[in-house]
């Protein structure tokens, strides 16, 4: 069983950064593949960015790559999303999820996770 914890969300200005942590209190974390996931108000929830298990692959939808960086220290049991030059079409909650894939593939799909956090919200003011 792994439990999940969002944290770091809040209100910024558009221009502005925060880091998104998902903290697990499940043994083994560095057997899961994270997910990180958005949902914006009336809106389908949406990928973001995944990492594998290792920590050396990573994938990014189109509108946040360049901007958002996901990473992981196994060490700690937690996946961290960097998130830069937010706008406000980014406010959205944000979740991590997670499964024992040890790669990427299709880990764009929400179906692929087993395990989901509870969000935290994330506001971007223009």
């Known amino acids: 069983q792994v439990q999940l914890v969002e944290s770091g969300g809040g209100v910024v200005q558009a221009g502005g950064s925060l880091r998104l942590s998902c903290a697990s209190s499940g043994r083994a974390f560095s057997n899961y593949s994270i997910g990180w996931f958005r949902r914006a108000p009336g809106k389908e929830r949406e990928f973001v960015a995944a990492?594998?298990?290792?920590?050396?692959?990573?994938t990014y939808t189109d509108s946040v790559e360049g901007r958002f960086t996901v990473s992981r220290d196994n060490a700690q049991n937690a996946v961290y999303l960097q998130m830069n030059s937010l706008a406000p079409e980014d406010t959205a909650v944000y979740y991590c999820a997670a499964d024992r894939t040890p790669f990427l593939e299709n880990s764009r799909s929400i179906y692929r996770y087993d395990y989901w956090g509870k969000g935290t919200q994330v506001t971007v003011s223009s």
């Open positions: 990492i594998n298990s290792g920590g050396y692959s990573t």
